[in-house]
């Protein structure tokens, strides 16, 4: 039990991000139905819409008010923070403070030892085709370069009750909230990769593991999803493309839950404000219970080569 303002910085941290999430929900799901999405070519593949701009500026103009010293990295880069006064979040998610008790490992952690990463809008190729269950936004929490904890929110889950929006989150020493977590299936082995980001070495690592199934959707975020509620036994994608802030909070939630999240070579990823942003030796993500090694050990010589010569 912590009262909101005396809690530990990473739990208010935590709190926080579970309501600006939502309220970053809310902004998606208007620019869709206002109908005009303003997509802008970043680079090849790589997408941007109003709701990524807005979504982005909602979330680090409430973070930076609330914890002005905290370094914040958001995938679309430095962006007005003159925001409309109905985007900023100061309150915190009092159920999450009041159920969860701050491990001690976290308990100390200054301003300085934190980054925090903000995928505003993961999976843009899918929001702007349609496939809107598969979108979520990521805010996650690296103490010391490692993902301690994350929110992945999904705008569109559509709850029994006919609702919009869920929050999922995790940290690490607490465990996860916001769903209920599910073994995959022990009779097949399903796969989940990208859906737009394929090419053949990414390929040969799926035929390495000769998967029953491959689910091929879009977003990091939402892969993961896949892991935590018994969709999939392993997410593998064996190339460059996603970033730091694609996999900070998908890691911390995963590994919050009993899983792995690893680059190709089964390294972890560093978080720290000075890291580079592309996950350049890919990623490997396992459910709960599943072996992460084994899937290494699978790896064929091309793919590891791919993968270090990245590095
Ligand atoms: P995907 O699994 O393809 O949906 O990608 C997961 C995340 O990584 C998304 O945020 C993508 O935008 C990003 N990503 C993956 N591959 C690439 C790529 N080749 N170029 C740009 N972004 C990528
Ligand atoms: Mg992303
Ligand atoms: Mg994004």
């Known amino acids: ?3 909101t303002s005396t809690a530990p910085l990473v739990m208010r941290i935590m709190a926080s991000s579970i309501q600006i999430a939502g309220r970053a929900g809310r902004i998606i799901r208007d620019v869709m139905s206002k109908g005009d999405l303003g997509i802008v070519e970043k680079a090849k593949d790589d997408l941007q819409t109003e709701a990524d701009r807005s979504a982005q500026r909602c979330i680090v103009a409430s973070l930076e008010r609330l914890f002005p010293n905290v370094t914040i990295i958001g995938e679309e880069g430095k962006t ?13 998610n009092t159920d999450f403070l009041e159920r969860n008790t701050c491990p001690d490992a976290l308990k100390q952690v200054k301003e300085s030892d934190l980054v925090i990463w903000v995928d505003p809008l993961d999976g843009t190729s899918e929001y702007t085709q349609g496939f809107l269950e598969r979108v979520t936004v990521l805010i996650g929490i690296s103490v010391n370069d490692r993902a301690v904890g994350g929110v992945i929110h999904q705008p569109y889950f559509e709850s029994s009750t006919g609702s919009l929006g869920r929050t999922i989150w995790g940290v690490k020493g607490i465990g996860t909230g916001g769903f209920t977590p599910t073994r995959p299936p022990t009779n097949r082995f399903i796969v989940t990769t990208t859906r737009s980001h394929s090419d053949a070495i990414v390929q040969s690592a799926l035929d390495a593991v000769s998967p029953d199934e491959v689910l091929r959707v879009g977003g990091a975020g939402y892969k993961v999803l896949q892991l935590l509620e018994g969709n999939a036994h392993a997410y593998i994608f064996a190339s460059r493309g996603c970033k ?14 009993g ?19 592309p996950n350049v030796c890919g990623v490997l993500g396992t459910a709960s219970g ?17 993968m270090n010569k990245t590095h």
């Not at 730091?244 to 839950?257: G, H, I, N, Y």
């Not at 899983?259 to 580079?276: A, F, N, P, Q, W």
Request: hydrophobic share 40%.
């Open 1 to 3: 039990m912590a009262c």
């Open 259 to 277: 899983g792995k999240l690893t680059d190709m070579i089964g390294r972890h990823y560093y978080y720290g404000k000075e890291v580079s942003f």
């Open 290 to 306: 599943i072996s992460h090694e084994d899937i290494l050990a699978k790896m064929p010589e091309n793919v590891k080569e791919a």
């Open 244 to 257: 730091k802030w694609d996999t900070c909070a998908p890691e911390a939630v995963l590994e919050a839950q």
């Open 80 to 92: 007005d923070l003159k925001v409309p006064e109905d985007w900023l979040v100061s309150d915190l």
